[in-house]
């Protein structure tokens, strides 16, 4: 695959792309009937590009090894899914929490940032031997995750390490259920009933 990412694959690798396509339109299903678009719009998008790209390999045979490159960006899941999981049970400030958002700052750079790198270079160096709507294709759907990803990362990064920093208790401060006072003294709301990309 790695030789021939358009051609080369072996049966496994078509698989595994089809069985994704399954999970992305099976999730997809569940976020438009259990969330509201506003919460749920953001990864209904990445869903709907990512099963565009992933069927193309699939119903075409083509483009199956890159597709596997792809799924790489999955591997970042684990991490997000386990960080959303201790805030929704309010284990934030806690060494797990930090070693869970460290992880996550650090698979998403390794397995998002890396392989979208990698395949933005490879899909403009190839785009001479790919039909026109796919690169279209293709390239719409890298800049969607790309964005999507670096967005990510920023949140993760501003809300889990840079205001992550302890803070004296002021006293007088009364803090109630679902809110909590920044360093600043301001009032923060935190709404954890729903999961989302962003968190």
Same mark, same amino acid.
């Given at each position: 695959?790695?030789?021939?990412? %358009?051609?080369?694959?072996?049966?496994?690798?078509?698989?595994?792309?089809?069985?994704?396509?399954?999970?992305?339109?099976?999730?997809?299903?569940?976020?438009?009937?259990?969330?509201?678009?506003?919460?749920?719009?953001?990864?209904?998008?990445?869903?709907?590009?990512?099963?565009?790209?992933?069927?193309?390999?699939?119903?075409? &045979?083509?483009?199956?090894?890159? =597709?596997?490159?792809?799924?790489? +960006?999955?591997?970042?899941?684990?991490?997000?899914?386990?960080?959303?999981?201790?805030?929704?049970?309010?284990?934030?400030?806690?060494?797990?929490?930090?070693?869970?958002?460290?992880?996550?700052?650090?698979?998403?750079?390794?397995?998002?940032?890396?392989?979208?790198?990698?395949? =933005?270079?490879?899909?403009?160096?190839?785009?001479?031997?790919?039909?026109?709507?796919?690169? %279209?294709?293709?390239?719409?759907?890298?800049?969607?995750?790309?964005?999507?990803?670096?967005? +990510?990362?920023?949140?993760?990064?501003?809300?889990?390490?840079?205001?992550?920093?302890?803070?004296?208790? %002021?006293?007088?401060?009364?803090?109630?259920?679902?809110?909590?006072?920044?360093?600043? &003294?301001?009032? %923060?709301?935190?709404?954890? =009933?729903?999961?989302?990309?962003?968190?």
């Amino acid at each position: 695959m790695s030789a021939d990412p %358009i051609h080369g694959h072996p049966p496994w690798a078509l698989v595994l792309v089809a069985v994704s396509v399954g999970y992305f339109l099976a999730d997809g299903t569940d976020l438009f009937w259990n969330q509201t678009l506003g919460q749920a719009w953001e990864l209904l998008c990445h869903h709907v590009v990512v099963v565009s790209c992933l069927s193309t390999a699939v119903l075409s &045979g083509h483009y199956v090894g890159f =597709s596997v490159v792809s799924l790489l +960006l999955e591997l970042n899941s684990t991490c997000l899914h386990l960080r959303q999981l201790l805030l929704l049970s309010r284990q934030a400030p806690s060494l797990v929490f930090s070693v869970t958002s460290w992880a996550t700052l650090a698979t998403l750079a390794l397995f998002r940032l890396v392989p979208l790198g990698w395949m =933005s270079l490879w899909l403009f160096q190839q785009s001479h031997r790919i039909p026109l709507a796919l690169v %279209i294709l293709g390239g719409t759907g890298l800049a969607t995750v790309g964005v999507m990803s670096i967005n +990510l990362g920023v949140h993760i990064l501003v809300s889990d390490v840079l205001r992550s920093r302890p803070c004296p208790r %002021i006293l007088g401060n009364k803090e109630t259920r679902g809110t909590r006072t920044d360093c600043d &003294g301001e009032s %923060i709301t935190r709404d954890d =009933s729903t999961l989302s990309l962003k968190d």
